[in-house]
């Protein structure tokens, strides 16, 4: 049991302060550029306590170093209660800006259902595609809510696979169709 000191002396600490000594811990942690994120555990460990209360969505990103430890965790959007974008323009520029050679993707659903939407899956393999370009390795995109924390990319590797197939052709037709064929003679 957790006691905090209050007028009254040390009294049993309440969810809330329970809660606010783990958002405050985890931010000590990043702050000092101590965490290594390298699994569901570190994530449950530092990132559910900063997400997993809130009434709307946050996307956010770690910024990993080419050992993966955390260069930077940032809030790059806010979001209502059922959505919020993923931009990845900003997230390419800011990799870049830290020479960053990895990233984790981390969003949290104030519903309290860990599971990723179809719109959670497309943009994982969306800003995948587009990163690794720049050799950058999208480590994993989590959901975190009240519920725990799933990785998109190890649990839906199949729905992955097909989501990029259809993007892959997809473009490919775009690309095909918008190319001028030499008329013959």
Do not use: W
Request: hydrophobic share 40%; aromatic share 6%; with cysteine.
């Amino acid at each position: 049991m957790l006691y905090v000191h209050s007028e009254r002396g040390f009294v049993p600490a309440k969810d809330e302060h329970v809660l606010a000594e783990g958002v405050a811990t985890a931010k000590r942690m990043f702050d000092a550029r101590t965490v290594q994120l390298r699994g569901d555990a570190d994530v449950r460990k530092y990132v559910l306590p900063l997400l997993a209360t809130k009434q709307y969505e946050v996307a956010c990103v770690a910024y990993l170093d080419s050992e993966k430890k955390l260069i930077a965790f940032e809030e790059l959007s806010q979001g209502s209660a059922i959505m919020c974008p993923f931009p990845p323009r900003r997230i390419v520029q800011r990799a870049l800006e830290l020479n960053a050679t990895a990233v984790i993707l981390v969003h949290n659903h104030p519903t309290g259902d860990c599971e990723p939407s179809d719109e959670d899956i497309d943009v994982t393999v969306r800003i995948k595609m587009l990163i690794e370009q720049l050799e950058i390795e999208l480590c994993e995109h989590y959901v975190v809510s009240k519920a725990g924390v799933t990785a998109i990319s190890r649990l839906y590797e199949k729905r992955m696979r097909e989501t990029r197939e259809k993007l892959t052709d997809s473009f490919l037709n775009r690309l095909l169709s918008t190319r001028k064929v030499p008329e013959p003679g």
